[in-house]
């Protein structure tokens, strides 16, 4: 196989960095071409002189300090808010991991897929809000999008060379975050650093909080109902502690096919840098007789009222997902900013969500201007601090 040239957009995130960490191990197959980072010039450094890549995105600020830093290996130093579409499709790039949290990674996401590229996301925010527009696109353009989030990989896995009509529904596994033993009525008793002990993953601080509140569940059925073109009746949450087992899928005959693996995303990165390949891995195999039982739970709805709204949005489909991603992020970082409580979380976005008016087949226009709108009207709530009581 030709070695691979990626560009890894978040590369001072925990993506980016598993990222390296599974390319340190191949680099006669791997070639870093391109890196980016929001503000963390430190560690981008470093990073760029390990792997000395062609073309290096930080935000406006760090620019004359990364290029003070690196050169003269730099040679093309960019803003990343502004030209990152630029340089993801420049002929020398082969694979761009999307390792950005948010509604930013949208653009460099679109702009891959039309210049035909692999695009390896774990990022669900920009699928979320248009995958029926980047998957068409992906499509049209030859493009191929192989998902690095654990759950989506692993249904891609179990589908992988499967007739999609074989297909009966998907079971996504949830681990059941940091509050699944505790009662809804201590949610608010809890602090920040309490909601960010995650027992199974260690992640960024919003989607360790959407952990919490099943909200990153809900998420995720909405991005499987992107990428794999389900219907949202499709897919059903069930929580398994262990998360040993990333996913399943049932067929038709009832067969059910799972993956099953350790927790740790290098697994999931791995395989989306080598498909159509497996290559052997030094992380620690599954030990089933330490294991001696894996439990399977419903998700508790009525405790977690986020999730339950994150499926109705799904079956609503059209802007209502766009409305819900803008709607949480500015929810979220009220709650780690400390002015929000962590039950607001769900009643800021229903409210969001009931303020807005749907448009059923978006252009990628009126979901950037529904994005604007959504997150305008969560901070206007969240500085009147007005939640309707019919969310509680």
Excluded at 23 to 34: L, Q, S, T, Y
Excluded at 260 to 280: F, H, K
Excluded at 326 to 354: C, Q, W
Aim: proline share 4%.
């Amino acid at each position: 196989m030709a070695m691979k040239r990626i560009f890894i957009l978040g590369s001072t995130g925990s993506i980016g960095i598993n990222t390296l960490n599974v390319i340190e191990r191949f680099p006669n197959k791997f070639k870093v071409v391109g890196l980016s980072a929001h503000n963390n010039c430190s560690l981008l450094i470093s990073q760029i002189k390990k792997f000395n890549p062609k073309y290096i995105g930080i935000g406006y600020n760090g620019i004359d300090q990364v290029r003070q830093a690196v050169a003269p290996k730099a040679k093309h130093i960019f803003d990343v808010a502004h030209d990152l579409t630029t340089y993801v499709t420049q002929n020398d790039v082969d694979v761009v991991v999307i390792g950005l949290s948010g509604f930013a990674a949208l653009k460099p996401f679109m702009a891959s897929v039309k210049a035909g590229k692999t695009v390896a996301p774990a990022n669900k925010e920009a699928l979320i809000v248009a995958g029926h527009i980047l998957m068409r696109a992906a499509k049209k353009n030859k493009a191929f999008v192989i998902p690095i989030d654990s759950e989506q990989s692993a249904i891609f896995q179990c589908l992988e060379g499967r007739d999609p009509s074989q297909l009966q529904r998907v079971l996504l596994t949830a681990s059941g975050g940091s509050l699944k033993d505790v009662a809804a009525s201590e949610f608010d008793k809890l602090g920040v650093d309490e909601i960010l002990r995650h027992p199974r993953w260690h992640m960024g601080r919003k989607i360790t909080v959407d952990s919490a509140t099943l909200m990153n569940k809900g998420f995720e059925v909405i991005e499987a109902q992107r990428l794999f073109n389900l219907k949202a009746d499709q897919i059903e949450v069930v929580v398994h502690p262990q998360a040993i087992i990333h996913s399943m899928v049932e067929l038709k005959d009832t067969s059910i096919i799972a993956q099953l693996g350790v927790t740790d995303m290098r697994l999931p990165i791995q395989y989306a840098l080598s498909y159509p390949e497996r290559w052997a891995s030094d992380l620690p195999r599954v030990d089933f007789f330490a294991l001696q039982s894996l439990i399977f739970e419903r998700p508790d709805e009525k405790k977690f009222p986020c999730l339950n709204l994150a499926k109705e949005v799904a079956r609503k489909g059209g802007t209502y997902p766009c409305a819900l991603v803008a709607a949480d992020e500015e929810a979220v970082a009220a709650f780690l900013e400390k002015k929000i409580a962590l039950s607001d979380i769900y009643r800021l976005n229903a409210k969001v969500i009931d303020q807005h008016r749907n448009i059923s087949s978006p252009s990628l226009t009126q979901i950037f201007s529904v994005h604007e709108w959504a997150v305008q009207t969560a901070r206007d709530l969240i500085k009147s601090g007005k939640f309707n009581k019919q969310y509680i």
